[in-house]
């Protein structure tokens, strides 16, 4: 099964088409899809508790990157900036 | 050691599909429940977007053939008897899970919350109050603009990212042959919303519906 095209509607509410895959996504579209994967990747998914460990590094600054990141997604989008179509 | 991507029901792998670093992937079974995987001499998880993309992908091909559990991202263990140890302990966990997400997909929603317009505070203890109001406010807004989404999915869950952030997230396990009319309904809502951004991306592996405790 293809993956589904969705529409990214961002701002302005005129809805702009986007695959989900990282390769054909673009400019902020690709912001907000690979904050949507890190956030489910790093606190959603399987946790196997007991012997196993996470192998991550450095999470904690990841979540600040990612808060800073949404911050200027959105700053963007109430300063009207023009959005890649 | 090895690296896991997912638990599943019995699936086949095409060898030439690759996980992380471009490692070939594995499956074993055990007790009629599937694992997917990778082996590797050295692996650094640090989550760096082309690692979690690959892992996502990997996530995302088995989707179109099984029911799918997507593991939490650097998810390492010793070798597949430490895997076959998991898949035995934690079957009848993995089997009731399986049967709440099978045949269907995870959609993200966000919604952008707009700034509340700050009116000068007479002091700071009337300004946080000020701040909260509005804040909770938006919230409910929010709430209402996403209401209509969640009669089409058979579960929701919140994503909080922290009461610093400027939007409302929340997931949907959303049936496969219901997620047309899903999409179809977040541009009417965004249609009938125009002063808030309403974003949506998917379809994801049920990331958000395989924890401890949710529905």
């Known amino acids: ?35 949507d994967l890190l956030d489910r990747l790093l606190d959603g998914g399987v946790v196997l ?16 990157g990612l808060r800073a990141l949404i911050s200027s997604v959105a700053a963007a989008e109430r300063e009207g900036v023009a959005l890649p179509r | 050691m090895i690296y896991l991507y997912a638990i599943t029901d019995p699936v086949r792998i095409d060898h030439r599909e690759r996980g992380l670093l471009d490692a070939p992937l594995e499956v074993i079974e055990e007790g009629g ?10 692996l650094e998880c640090k989550p760096d977007p082309d690692l979690a993309w690959r892992h996502d992908r990997v996530v995302e091909l088995l989707m179109d053939q099984a029911g799918v559990l997507p593991l939490r991202f650097g ?14 302990d934690q079957g009848t966990r993995f089997r009731l899970l399986l049967s709440r997400v099978r045949g269907c997909v995870e959609l993200a929603v966000r919604v952008g919350l707009t700034p509340a317009p700050s009116a000068a505070p007479s002091d700071g203890v009337d300004y946080l ?15 209402r603009v996403l209401a209509p989404l969640r009669p089409l999915a058979r579960a929701t869950a919140p994503r909080p990212l922290g009461s610093r952030n400027a939007a409302i997230s ?28 309403i974003s949506c991306t998917g379809p994801w592996g049920p990331y958000s519906f395989v924890g401890e405790a949710k529905g």
């Open chain 1, 49 to 64: 508790a007991g012997d196993i460990t996470l192998a991550v590094a450095d999470i904690d600054l990841v979540y600040v």
């Open chain 2, 170 to 197: 929340e997931s949907y396990l959303v049936p496969r042959a219901a997620v047309e009319p899903f999409v179809a309904e977040v541009r009417a809502l965004q249609s009938r919303n125009r002063s808030l951004s």
């Open chain 2, 33 to 42: 429940v599937g694992a997917v995987y990778s082996t590797h001499t050295e």
């Open chain 2, 129 to 143: 109050r000020e701040r909260l109001a509005a804040r909770q406010q938006q919230v409910d807004a929010a709430d």
């Open chain 2, 75 to 88: 998810t390492v263990l010793a070798d597949t008897d430490a895997l076959r140890t998991v898949l035995r």
């Open chain 1, 1 to 35: 099964m293809a993956s589904i095209q969705l529409r990214l509607s961002l701002g302005d509410g005129d809805a702009v088409t986007e695959a989900r895959r990282h390769d054909t996504v673009v400019g902020q579209q690709r912001d907000i899809a690979l904050i």
